[in-house]
């Protein structure tokens, strides 16, 4: 889903694809409150070729693609390990100098509790939004995608870099100040890294949710092919159901459904 922060709360439009380009834009957020229904015809492209597959890898793609794809190179999921600013590229020069030879954010966000993070500065305040994310503060901006990733590496041992998804969307937040741990993880780090350090205010997010679920019991097409329930509400990439169900719209990129209320 595409986001967008408007008076402070998230706006979610669904991109509908034909022929790897989006044709239709649905507003997601006018179903909030009501009956939808999801319903999947088995069929999956991959969001990188267009062609037909029975599986997909990484958020829709064959696994030729999950292999080949820059969209998949592993300086994604670990930023320490691009080497772009070297002149080396680990699949694909021209995509990694467009995307990761530019400048970098390092982030603090509140998810349920908080954690460590590394974007792209055309990422702010997505990156958040998409993780479900109630505050987020930059900490530090750096000119290339390898020297954030430096600085994540140096604070993962005092501070998460993943999100507990289930209590996000529980909505259970740590009561830790996000300007006080600003504060501690910038000691543990040495002058080399320091130099990147910048102070930024924190950005507050409102998710659109009538009620967050008590336990939460996750759904995917490939599995229940047709969703008939109430939507609750939107937070990260999740449609939150009545009875505690969520989906996951982004592990289902490439899928063939239609949508109704």
């Known amino acids: 889903m595409h986001s967008s922060l408007v ?15 989006p044709e239709h834009f649905l507003s997601m957020n006018q179903f909030i409150g009501e009956q939808i229904n999801i319903s999947f015809s088995g069929q999956i492209n991959c969001v990188v070729t267009g062609k037909r597959i029975r599986k997909a890898y990484g958020e829709g793609m064959s696994y030729d693609a999950f292999k080949t794809s820059p969209l998949a190179v592993e300086s994604i999921i670990r930023p320490e390990l691009s080497r772009i600013h070297e002149g080396i590229a680990l699949r694909d020069e021209e995509w990694e100098r467009k995307h990761h030879l530019r400048p970098h954010y390092v982030y603090i966000t509140k998810t349920a509790g908080l954690k460590v993070g590394v974007t792209n500065e055309t990422q702010i305040p997505t990156r958040w939004i998409d993780q479900g994310a109630v505050e987020g503060l930059i900490i530090a901006k750096t000119p290339h995608r390898q020297a954030a990733g430096l600085i994540e590496v140096a604070l993962k041992q005092y501070i998460a870099d993943r999100t507990n998804w289930r209590k996000m969307l529980q909505n259970e937040l740590t009561t830790e100040d996000i300007l006080v741990k600003r504060e501690e993880l910038i000691s ?10 910048v102070d930024e205010q924190p950005l507050k997010i409102k998710f659109p949710v009538i009620s967050y679920p008590d336990k939460v019991k996750s759904m995917k097409l490939d599995k229940v092919p047709l969703i008939e ?10 449609l939150i159901f009545e009875e505690g169900y969520v989906m996951n719209i982004r ?11």
Do not use: A, F, R
């Open 188 to 197: 543990y780090l040495d002058n080399d890294l320091k130099q990147h350090i």
């Open 7 to 21: 008076n402070g709360e998230v706006e979610y439009t669904l991109p509908l694809y034909s022929n790897l380009n």
């Open 229 to 238: 329930k109430k939507l609750m509400g939107i937070k990260g990439q999740y």
């Open 251 to 261: 592990s289902h990129s490439g899928y063939y459904i239609q949508i109704t209320n």
